[in-house]
């Protein structure tokens, strides 16, 4: 076949699937060979096709689920649909009205061949054009937005710094996750990134394009060209891929938005790099048959061998990701054996020439790089809408497609039926099971080997001599008191001798004399021995107790044994099935599991990321949008299995283990070198790159005289704000001081001493304190003697202080600057120093002692030299415990509000509690406080908005549901990502999921068509997994605490948490 009749056939089948997917779209008739008869009936004209299907469905019952089908039907562009609940002009198809359904069909097929008509785009095209738009608006929109939104970037270039090697992630601009998910999944396969890079366009590229492909595909190959580049080189964390987006919306016209389904736009991402390199191929090829490089790496082969209405035929399709239904089946190869084999596989192979119909696929060429579609949804006709398949599938990491190969047809036909035969084994074992693990003929059932046991206890139970009602006292006091019973009856009614097994009299008068206990089961554990623990028999022989025994031993060790040997027999059919492909000659095709594309959410809304395998390191990576963390098999499996949460695998992308090519790096041809970063890139993607890096630089330079600036700003606001403290101060005295020098080496603001009240007071008391116990200590009067014994008494005391373990409610930290410093072994001229400034404090006391130490102790500081103490290290000691003691306000403050139920109000101080305190902690395990307790906080206030705002939502009344929405919006949805920064932290990525799963649970419930607008439009906003960290709001301005109003009252709430919260690690 040549490669025009090649391409022809394939537009060809494009054509008709298209007009399948239309055609099932309208009728909602899921038969597609039905869909076909249709089609063939009508020449190809929608109109009739749907009128001939109507007429039929009016006429024919619903067809059995074993119909006959073709497996490239799956598409899903029906499926994402974002914002589209509340149309205007709706048509009423649930009545009898026939009129309505065929003016809806009208309608429908009209618009669709209008569209088609005039841009020569087809509906799945126009789907691809819908969601790029929506994400170029998205991108754009976020220029306008507040700061409490999603994708603005850090103002802090070091925070979009890439970490040495580390992967590079890509943007999220706006419900593209989709676009990240499958670029980094191709990125990360070596030779189509090496395609990608070194990819040349026509020489005719200079001139105008001939045809829209050319217009369309040229210039999107070069962007993705510079977007691979960026992702090889870049000295970014993450890179924006707006451009090639905005390449993609321009190739189509379309104003409605959708967020967009991974396999549809693989599917035409391919299709769009196809028709690139056919085309440089074309140029390329000097009279050979021309290879496109797309179509050797993804698209493979397989036989169509079947029967159709008694007539075989046999022909050879061409397939690029292979569609697999999932309901219904527990693993991925349960999956291929349905798409391999449709309809009634008995007629496929035997000699009568019958009328049934079917086929078997068997691939005669496989591609590199083998994709599985995994179909997760389908669309509920009686709800109206799409739902997602939630039901759990395995797939190996490892998957050996032997087995499904045309030259292993004969042996795989001989392996199916010999499964198919262990299979109908297994079904009657198992029924037989069944019988044993649930016996009986009622409603409940048990299994036979305990029914016979309850029965043999029944019996060996000790007889009773009455009814089970006769000896309840009625007349007994209330429960929880000791009731006496009646005296005995005369002896003369009981009879002088019993049935042997039966109840003496002088039995029943000896338990009629003792007082009967009350069982309480909550104060007693075990009932008591004279209360019956079951039923018993009234009257039973030994020789009856003894065959019945006999019997039920015997018969309970004969069901016991049939049971283990039929779980026996299971469990080895089981495992020769599972055995049946294991044979070396059935593991020669091996494919390796390169990524996992997941979705997380519901049919109409959600969020996509991948996990790729990265060879080189044997690791697992998870790429969410501009995260790129590790990863473990054990997590892929957790969120792509399904059956767990709301995640589930959507795409797998297999490799050919035998073909290492795929993912070997570059060698130098000259060197031998691996060839890494800029060095793989050709010369002008090179040049590319390093502009950019440059741009980054620069961006890096200017933030870095930005804060240089603002630092010195700072110490000039500070000096002149001590120098105006030293004026003010001056009168005070009554001898003259000495010129101050040391202007910029003033008070830390927590030291400053400027009036005898406050902290003022506070601090001077304990300084006089020290200098009074010094002056005890020694019976000289040198200043400078005395200075350095209190220095070392007020020293000793906090030492004391620091040495001491104490609770969460008084941390000595606060009360004085030392305790942290030596916390934190601060250098010990940090320590002198600070101490120094304590004692040359001018307001320290009036008395000519205090006055003569506080002198002595402000030449020290004059005569400290430069290089004696690092003035810059002591600022940045001092500026550290300013931050402490501020991030203790906003913690303070934060659990405050929580206590009082203000939630919105606490979230913010919480917020930026935790944040401030992880900076803190990064420098030391004592800079900060508990990092759980303010994470527990922090989750919990978070959870109780989101529980508020789900209460405002139900209400259902126009004004609660837009506060509940704007709650989460501005706040929760806002935060979400600062609790998945630490994928580590499990108690958040459970409360995460706690509040997705509240919101999603509203999808399948019915209510007002604007609440559902106003859900869909705002779950994608919360299912959104990116952790890039939005700007929030402006820090809430802080108090100003004097140090005793600052422990009493972190004390309290410190004191009141005690009392009332539940552990920190309570959810």
Same mark, same amino acid.
């Given at each position: 076949?040549?490669?025009?009749?090649?391409?022809l056939?394939?537009?060809?089948q494009?054509?008709?699937?298209?007009?399948?997917n239309?055609?099932?779209?309208?009728?909602?008739?899921?038969?597609?060979?039905?869909?076909?008869?249709?089609?063939?009936?009508?020449n190809?004209?929608?109109?009739?096709?749907?009128a001939y299907?109507t007429?039929?469905?009016?006429?024919?019952?619903?067809?059995?689920?074993?119909?006959?089908?073709?497996?490239?039907?799956?598409?899903?562009?029906r499926?994402?649909?974002?914002?589209?609940?509340a149309?205007?002009?709706?048509i009423?198809l649930?009545?009898?009205?026939?009129?309505?359904?065929?003016?809806?069909?009208?309608?429908?097929?009209?618009?669709?061949?209008?569209?088609?008509?005039e841009?020569?785009?087809?509906?799945?095209?126009?789907?691809?054009s819908r969601?790029?738009?929506?994400?170029?608006?998205?991108?754009?929109?976020?220029?306008?937005?507040?700061?409490?939104?999603v994708?603005?970037?850090?103002p802090?270039p070091?925070?979009r710094?890439?970490?040495d090697?580390?992967?590079?992630?890509?943007?999220?601009v706006?419900?593209t996750c989709?676009?990240?998910?499958?670029?980094q999944?191709?990125?990360?396969?070596?030779e189509?990134?090496r395609?990608?890079l070194?990819?040349?366009?026509?020489?005719?590229m200079?001139?105008l394009?001939?045809?829209q492909?050319?217009?369309?595909?040229?210039?999107?190959?070069?962007?993705?060209?510079?977007?691979?580049?960026?992702?090889?080189?870049?000295?970014?964390?993450?890179?924006?891929?707006?451009?090639?987006?905005?390449i993609?919306?321009?190739?189509?016209?379309?104003?409605?938005?959708?967020?967009?389904?991974?396999?549809?736009?693989?599917?035409?991402?391919?299709?769009?790099l196809?028709?690139a390199?056919?085309?440089?191929?074309?140029?390329?090829?000097?009279?050979?048959?021309?290879?496109?490089p797309?179509?050797?790496?993804?698209?493979?082969?397989?036989?169509?061998?079947?029967v159709?209405?008694?007539k075989?035929?046999?022909?050879t399709?061409?397939f690029?990701?292979?569609?697999?239904?999932?309901?219904?089946?527990?693993?991925?190869h349960?999956?291929?054996?349905?798409a391999m084999?449709?309809?009634?596989?008995e007629?496929?192979?035997s000699?009568?020439?019958?009328?049934?119909?079917?086929?078997?696929?068997?691939?005669?060429?496989?591609?590199?790089?083998?994709?599985?579609?995994?179909?997760?949804?389908?669309f509920?006709?009686?709800?109206?809408?799409?739902?997602?398949i939630?039901?759990?599938?395995?797939?190996?990491?490892?998957?050996?497609?032997?087995?499904?190969?045309?030259?292993?047809?004969?042996?795989?036909r001989?392996?199916?039926e010999e499964?198919?035969?262990?299979k109908?084994h297994?079904?009657?074992?198992?029924?037989?099971?069944?019988?044993?693990?649930s016996y009986?003929?009622?409603?409940?059932?048990?299994?036979?080997?305990d029914?016979?046991?309850?029965?043999?206890?029944?019996?060996?139970s000790?007889?009773v001599?009455?009814s089970?009602?006769?000896?309840i006292d009625?007349?007994?006091?209330?429960g929880?008191?000791t009731?006496?019973?009646?005296?005995p009856?005369?002896t003369?009614?009981?009879?002088?001798?019993s049935?042997?097994?039966s109840?003496?009299?002088?039995?029943?008068?000896?338990?009629?004399q003792?007082?009967?206990?009350?069982?309480?089961?909550?104060?007693?554990?075990?009932?008591?021995?004279?209360?019956?623990?079951?039923?018993?028999?009234?009257?039973?022989?030994?020789?009856?107790?003894?065959v019945?025994e006999g019997?039920?031993?015997?018969w309970?060790?004969?069901v016991?044994?049939?049971t283990r040997?039929?779980?026996?027999?299971?469990?080895?059919?089981?495992?020769?099935i599972?055995?049946?492909?294991s044979d %070396?000659? /059935?593991?020669?095709?091996?494919?390796r599991?390169?990524?996992? #594309?997941?979705? =997380?959410?519901? $049919?109409? &809304?959600?969020?996509?990321?991948?996990?790729?395998?990265?060879?080189?390191?044997r690791?697992?990576?998870?790429?969410?949008?501009?995260?790129?963390?590790?990863?473990?098999?054990?997590?892929?499996?957790?969120?792509?299995?399904?059956?767990?949460?709301?995640?589930?695998?959507?795409?797998?992308?297999?490799?050919?283990?035998?073909?290492?090519?795929?993912?070997?790096?570059e060698?130098?041809?000259?060197?031998?070198q691996?060839l890494?970063?800029?060095?793989k890139?050709?010369?002008?993607l090179?040049?590319y790159?390093?502009?950019?890096?440059?741009l980054f630089? %620069?961006? /890096?330079?200017?933030?870095?005289a930005?804060?240089?600036?603002? #630092?010195?700003? =700072?110490?000039? $606001?500070? &000096?002149?704000?001590?120098?105006?403290a030293?004026?003010a101060?001056?009168?005070?005295?009554?001898?003259?001081?000495?010129?101050?020098?040391t202007?910029?080496q003033?008070d830390?603001?927590y030291?400053?001493?400027?009036s005898?009240?406050?902290?003022s007071?506070?601090?001077q008391?304990?300084?006089?304190?020290?200098?009074s116990?010094a002056a005890?200590?020694?019976?000289?009067?040198?200043?400078?003697?005395l200075?350095?014994?209190?220095?070392?008494?007020?020293?000793s005391?906090?030492?004391?202080?620091?040495?001491e373990?104490?609770?969460?409610?008084?941390?000595?930290r606060?009360?004085?600057?030392?305790?942290?410093?030596?916390?934190n072994?601060?250098?010990?001229?940090?320590?002198?120093?600070?101490?120094?400034?304590?004692?040359?404090?001018?307001?320290?006391?009036?008395?000519?002692?205090?006055?003569?130490?506080?002198k002595?102790?402000?030449?020290?500081?004059?005569?400290?030299?430069?290089?004696?103490?690092?003035?810059e290290?002591?600022?940045?000691?001092?500026r550290?415990?300013r931050?402490?003691?501020?991030?203790?306000?906003?913690l303070?403050?934060?659990?405050e509000?929580?206590?009082?139920?203000?939630?919105?109000?606490?979230?913010?101080?919480?917020i930026?509690?935790?944040?401030?305190?992880?900076?803190?902690?990064?420098?030391?395990?004592?800079?900060?406080?508990d990092?759980?307790l303010?994470?527990?906080?922090?989750?919990?206030?978070?959870?109780?908005?989101n529980?508020?705002?789900a209460?405002?939502?139900?209400?259902?009344?126009?004004?609660?549901?837009?506060?509940?929405?704007?709650?989460?919006?501005?706040?929760?949805v806002a935060?979400i990502?600062?609790?998945l920064v630490?994928?580590?932290?499990?108690?958040?990525m459970?409360?995460?999921?706690?509040?997705?799963?509240?919101?999603?649970?509203y999808l399948?419930?019915e209510m007002?068509?604007?609440?559902q607008?106003k859900?869909?439009?705002?779950?994608?906003?919360?299912?959104?997994?990116?952790?890039e960290i939005?700007?929030l709001?402006?820090?809430p301005?802080?108090?100003l605490?004097?140090?005793?109003e600052?422990?009493?009252?972190?004390?309290?709430v410190?004191?009141?948490?005690?009392?009332?919260?539940?552990p920190?690690?309570?959810?």
């Open positions: 076949m040549t490669v025009e009749q090649n391409v056939q394939q537009h060809s494009k054509h008709q699937q298209t007009l399948l239309q055609l099932r779209e309208v009728t909602g008739t899921t038969d597609v060979q039905l869909l076909q008869q249709a089609l063939q009936a009508s190809g004209d929608l109109a009739e096709a749907v299907l007429e039929k469905n009016a006429k024919v019952p619903q067809q059995d689920e074993a119909t006959y089908y073709q497996t490239a039907q799956i598409t899903n562009d499926y994402i649909s974002v914002g589209s609940q149309d205007t002009n709706v009423d649930t009545g009898d009205d026939k009129d309505d359904l065929q003016r809806a069909i009208a309608l429908s097929l009209e618009e669709s061949n209008r569209a088609f008509r841009t020569g785009i087809t509906d799945e095209e126009q789907a691809i969601v790029l738009e929506a994400s170029i608006a998205e991108n754009k929109a976020s220029l306008k937005r507040t700061h409490t939104e994708w603005s970037d850090s802090n070091y925070d710094k890439r970490q090697n580390c992967p590079v992630g890509l943007k999220n706006g419900n989709w676009f990240s998910a499958v670029i999944s191709l990125f990360n396969l070596l189509f990134q395609l990608v070194h990819y040349s366009p026509p020489a005719r200079q001139d394009p001939r045809n492909k050319e217009h369309r595909n040229l210039p999107f190959m070069q962007e993705l060209r510079r977007l691979f580049s960026l992702l090889v080189g870049s000295k970014r964390k993450y890179v924006d891929p707006s451009r090639a987006v905005e993609l919306k321009d190739a189509f016209k379309s104003s409605e938005s959708q967020q967009q389904d991974v396999s549809e736009f693989t599917h035409k991402l391919l299709d769009w196809e028709d390199f056919q085309i440089k191929a074309e140029e390329d090829r000097e009279g050979e048959k021309p290879k496109n797309m179509v050797e790496l993804f698209y493979g082969r397989f036989l169509a061998v079947g159709l209405e008694g075989k035929f046999e022909n399709e061409m690029g990701q292979y569609p697999l239904q999932v309901n219904g089946f527990k693993d991925l349960e999956c291929l054996e349905a084999i449709e309809g009634e596989i007629s496929l192979h000699a009568e020439n019958s009328a049934k119909s079917g086929q078997e696929h068997w691939f005669t060429e496989l591609p590199p790089v083998l994709t599985f579609e995994l179909s997760r949804f389908e509920n006709q009686a709800l109206g809408r799409p739902e997602k939630h039901n759990k599938l395995e797939f190996p990491s490892m998957l050996y497609m032997d087995r499904y190969m045309d030259r292993n047809r004969d042996i795989t001989i392996k199916r499964i198919r035969r262990l109908e297994l079904t009657v074992l198992q029924q037989r099971l069944e019988r044993y693990l009986g003929s009622g409603p409940k059932r048990f299994p036979l080997a029914v016979l046991q309850y029965a043999m206890e029944f019996a060996s000790k007889p001599c009455t089970p009602v006769e000896d009625t007349t007994a006091p209330p929880g008191m009731a006496q019973l009646p005296p009856a005369s003369g009614d009981q009879p002088d001798a049935p042997e097994g109840c003496s009299g002088t039995q029943v008068q000896q338990q009629q003792q007082r009967v206990s009350i069982h309480k089961p909550f104060t007693q554990s075990r009932v008591p021995p004279d209360l019956p623990m079951h039923p018993a028999p009234r009257n039973i022989t030994e020789e009856e107790l003894r019945l019997c039920l031993h015997r309970r060790s004969e016991e044994n049939d040997d039929l779980q026996a027999s299971i469990s080895r059919i089981h495992r020769t599972e055995l049946m492909y %070396k000659s /059935m593991m020669q095709v091996p494919y599991l390169h990524a996992v #594309l997941v979705h =997380e959410g519901q $049919a109409n &809304a959600g969020h996509y990321w991948a996990y790729i395998y990265d060879p080189h390191h690791q697992w990576m998870k790429y969410n949008d501009i995260s790129v963390t590790k990863s473990s098999w054990e997590e892929l499996v957790r969120d792509s299995f399904g059956g767990y949460r709301n995640a589930s695998a959507y795409c797998l992308m297999y490799i050919d283990d035998k073909k290492p090519f795929l993912i070997e790096e060698f130098d041809k000259e060197t031998g691996m890494s970063g800029l060095d890139l050709p010369p002008d090179n040049e790159v390093e502009a950019d890096n440059k630089e %620069k961006e /890096m330079e200017e933030w870095d930005l804060q240089a600036r603002k #630092l010195q700003q =700072e110490k000039l $606001a500070l &000096a002149a704000a001590a120098a105006a030293s004026v101060a001056q009168p005070m005295s009554t001898e003259p001081c000495p010129p101050d020098n202007a910029l003033h830390p603001e030291m400053e001493q400027q005898p009240t406050g902290d007071k506070h601090l008391e304990d300084t006089e304190r020290a200098i116990k005890a200590e020694h019976d000289e009067k040198n200043p400078e003697a200075l350095n014994t209190a220095m070392k008494v007020e020293y005391r906090l030492l004391r202080f620091a040495q373990d104490t609770p969460p409610e008084r941390d000595y606060l009360q004085h600057v030392i305790v942290y410093f030596i916390h072994q601060a250098p010990k001229k940090i320590l002198e120093r600070t101490l120094l400034m304590q004692f040359a404090d001018r307001n320290l006391g009036f008395d000519e002692r205090c006055k003569s130490i506080m002595v102790a402000r030449a020290k500081l004059e005569l400290i030299k430069p290089d004696e103490v690092n003035m290290e002591y600022e940045m000691w001092h550290d415990y931050n402490f003691r501020e991030t203790t306000v906003f303070l403050i934060g659990l509000l929580f206590l009082k139920k203000s939630y919105v109000e606490a979230l913010m101080y919480l930026y509690a935790y944040q401030y305190n992880k900076e803190l902690l990064a420098k030391g395990p004592y800079r900060g406080h990092e759980d303010i994470a527990h906080y922090r989750r919990e206030c978070l959870l109780k908005l529980e508020h705002a209460a405002l939502f139900e209400t259902g009344e126009e004004t609660e549901v837009n506060a509940g929405l704007s709650i989460m919006n501005e706040l929760v935060c990502p600062l609790l630490d994928e580590m932290e499990e108690k958040d459970v409360a995460v999921e706690d509040m997705r799963n509240r919101w999603c649970s399948g419930q007002e068509p604007n609440l607008e859900l869909t439009d705002f779950l994608p906003k919360l299912l959104d997994c990116s952790t939005k700007s709001h402006e820090p301005k802080l108090p605490y004097s140090t005793l600052l422990c009493e009252r972190y004390g309290r410190m004191t009141s948490l005690t009392l009332s919260r539940t920190a690690d309570g959810r």
